[in-house]
């Protein structure tokens, strides 16, 4: 049974690990558009949270282009999601699996696109974790 997420412990610190995802992404022409970082939302409202953690919003405008011209009601998946978490366990870096995700449609030719790509999306996340 496929997973919904992707998960990869990384070796490196918190923001090694988002610096090392933005490089590899930029590698293959996809970059991290919005970062939202929900622990520091958390405590600037006053919550004592040790936890990190981040949404990295992941965009290629050429992929996004394919895919939205094949329908517009994928666009609720887009763009792509790493998130990068800290906690006492370490750094760990998720992906909701775009394949997981579309494949609810079975729309054979979005599952193509969600293959590739979620196959760059883990190539990017196990490499940015060494």
């Known amino acids: ?3 919904f997420e992707y998960v990869v412990a990384s070796n490196k610190e918190f923001e ?3 610096e090392a995802i933005d490089a590899e992404l930029k590698k293959i ?3 991290i558009v919005a970062r939202i970082n929900i622990h520091e939302n958390i405590l600037a409202k006053g919550y004592d949270f040790k936890k990190k953690v981040s949404v990295l919003e992941i965009c290629n405008a050429g992929e996004a282009y ?3 011209s094949l329908g517009t009601e994928v666009s609720i998946f887009l763009p792509c999601k790493i998130t990068v978490t800290e906690d006492e366990n370490g750094v760990n870096v998720r992906l909701p699996r775009p394949t997981f995700l579309l494949n609810q449609y079975g729309k054979e030719e979005w599952n ?3 293959d590739k790509v979620e196959g760059l999306m883990i190539s990017v996340m196990d490499a940015a974790a060494k």
Request: glycine residues 0%; hydrophobic residues 55%; aromatic residues 6%.
């Open 29 to 31: 022409a996809f970059k």
């Open 112 to 114: 193509k696109i969600a």
């Open 1 to 3: 049974m496929e997973h």
């Open 66 to 68: 394919e895919i939205l």
């Open 16 to 18: 090694q690990t988002i």
